[in-house]
C-alpha cells in the first residue's frame, strides 16, 4: 500500500502517537483483552470503547451509553457514523490541537450531534517531530528519540496536562459529563494520552479503584497495537525512518507516563480529591451529579 509523505508525517508529528493515516481499518487485528465497558468496532477507528461496566468501591457499577472514549473519528465510513448514530450521542468533544486536525481532517459524526473543539496542548511537539521524520536524518531521529529522550518527550506531555489552560479543559469536560443524561463522546488523537488521563480522572472520580482506572489507561496498548506496528513498518517502506522502533514510546501508554502525572497531581494539589476541586475547579455539586450520572 503506498502512502503519502505528507500525511504520515503530518498525522505522525502533529498527533503523538502517529496515527496510522491510510491505513485500512479492516486489516487491523482485534486485540486480546476487551474492556470491561465494551469495545465498539468501527471500520474507521481502532480505540473506540464505552468506559461503562466498571466496579467502584461500594460495589455500584459505571453505566454503559454514557461516557465513550475514542481516538479520532475523521476516517469513519459511512456505516461507523451510522452506528454512533445509534448511540444517543449528545456531543463529540474534540480536544486534537488545530495542527492535528488540519493534517488529519475534521470528525465525522452523525447529524445532530454537537461537536465541541477543545484543544489541549501538544506541547510543541509537532514542529519536533516534523524537522526529525521529515530530515530522513537516523543521526538527528536517534539524537532526538534515542537513549531515553522520546520517554522524556512523553513525560513532558503528561507534565503539561496541569497547565491552566488544560485543567480548564479537562474540567470542563468532566462539568459536561455530569450535566447530560445523554451519551458524550470525547477523543483526542490515538484516544491513548490526553483521552486516558481524561477517562483515568473521570472514573476515579466516581469511585473506580485507581488500579482499575490504570486498567482501562493501559488498554490502549493493545486496541491500537496492530495500526501501530504496520505504522512503523510504512516509515520504514517510505524511507523515512531506519529505525521505526524509535517511535514506540511515542505510540505507547505505560505505567511510567501516567505515574508521571500522578506525581505532578500529587505535587500541585497534595491528593486526588484536592485535585478535582482545586485543579479541576469541581464543585462538590459537580461531582455528586456526575456519580448519579454515571453510576447505578
Known amino acids: 500500500m503506498r502512502i503519502s509523505i505528507v500525511s504520515l508525517i503530518g498525522a505522525a508529528a502533529a498527533t503523538l502517537a502517529l496515527t496510522a493515516t491510510g491505513l485500512q481499518p479492516s486489516a487491523m487485528a482485534e486485540p486480546s483483552v476487551t474492556a470491561v465497558g465494551g469495545k465498539i468496532d468501527l471500520q474507521g477507528a481502532v480505540n473506540v470503547r464505552d468506559i461503562g ?173 496492530a495500526a501501530d506496528a504496520k505504522l512503523r513498518e510504512q516509515v520504514k517502506q517510505a524511507g523515512l525512518m531506519q529505525n521505526p522502533d524509535l517511535l514506540i514510546p511515542l505510540q505507547e501508554v505505560g505505567d511510567q507516563y501516567l505515574d508521571t502525572a500522578i506525581a505532578a497531581m500529587e505535587q500541585a494539589y497534595g491528593d486526588f480529591g484536592k485535585f478535582l476541586t482545586q485543579g479541576l475547579g469541581l464543585d462538590g455539586g459537580t461531582l455528586v451529579q456526575l456519580r448519579k450520572n454515571l453510576v447505578s
Not at 475523521?74 to 456531543?91: M, P, W
Not at 459529563?177 to 490526553?194: F, I, M, Q, V
Request: proline share 3%.
Open 53 to 225: 461496566g466498571y466496579r467502584t468501591y461500594d460495589g455500584a457499577k459505571v453505566k454503559a451509553g454514557k461516557v465513550i472514549r475514542a481516538d479520532s473519528l475523521e476516517k469513519l465510513t459511512d456505516s461507523d457514523v451510522q452506528k454512533l448514530g445509534t448511540l444517543n450521542l449528545r456531543a463529540v468533544i474534540d480536544l486534537r490541537t488545530p495542527a492535528e486536525v488540519q493534517f488529519a481532517g475534521a470528525d465525522k459524526v452523525p447529524a445532530g450531534v454537537q461537536q465541541v473543539a477543545r484543544p489541549i496542548d501538544d506541547t510543541g511537539l509537532f514542529q519536533q517531530m516534523l524537522a526529525a521524520i521529515q530530515s530522513r536524518d537516523p543521526q538527528k531521529q536517534e539524537e532526538l528519540l534515542g537513549n531515553g529522550k522520546a520517554e522524556e518527550i512523553m513525560a513532558n506531555v503528561y507534565r503539561s496536562f496541569f497547565t491552566d489552560d488544560s485543567r480548564a479543559k479537562f474540567g470542563q469536560t468532566i462539568r459536561d459529563l455530569a450535566a447530560t443524561d445523554r451519551a458524550s463522546l470525547y477523543h483526542c488523537t490515538s484516544g491513548k494520552d490526553r483521552t486516558g488521563w481524561l477517562t483515568y480522572v473521570v472514573l476515579r472520580a466516581v469511585g473506580v479503584p485507581e488500579p482499575t482506572a490504570r486498567q482501562d489507561y493501559l488498554l490502549s496498548n493493545q486496541y491500537r497495537a
